[in-house]
């Protein structure tokens, strides 16, 4: 992300000459990482955290799906409207309902940390004016 320009590319861009990896990412998340041992007594906090940006992950995925769906032709077989439609659909309701269901202070600070990227977007793209860079598939650096 650092690379395409979504992420600050002089921090996150920056690519190690011998190696060819990212180096500062790597130091960042090396650091939030090692912070956990300071809350190790909350540790299922932590790892519901981590299963909130999952079921979140997930949750995006499956209405991504229905979304794409309805973009297609409109006539479709009962096997495809399954496929497409109820499947992601339930799995979706099935995302927001473990979402609902983890701790109160788990869903306070995921959804802040959405929160955190939403105006981060907003704040870079001119409050919505201007659509994100593409992310690149590209792996070559």
């Known amino acids: ?5 979504v992420l600050p590319k002089s921090f996150f861009g920056r690519i190690n000459p011998r190696f060819k990896t990212p180096v500062n ?4 998340v090396s650091a939030i990482s090692l912070t956990a041992i300071a809350f190790s007594n ?10 909130f940006g999952a079921l979140c992950g997930f949750a995006m ?3 991504a799906v229905i979304f794409h769906f309805f973009r297609q032709k409109r006539q479709r077989p009962l096997y495809e409207i399954l496929h497409g439609l109820v499947s992601p659909l339930a799995g979706a309701c099935l995302c927001f309902y473990f979402l609902l269901n983890l701790a109160s202070q788990t869903k306070r ?7 955190a990227g939403v105006v981060y977007t907003a704040v870079t793209t001119g409050f919505f004016k201007k659509i994100p860079p593409d992310l690149s ?5």
């Open 1 to 5: 992300m650092g690379r395409d320009g």
């Open 25 to 28: 990412n790597i130091l960042m």
């Open 42 to 51: 909350h540790l299922i906090i932590l790892i519901s955290l981590i299963s």
């Open 61 to 63: 995925v499956n209405a």
């Open 109 to 115: 600070l995921g959804f802040a940390w959405v929160a």
């Open 137 to 141: 598939l590209d792996t070559t650096g």
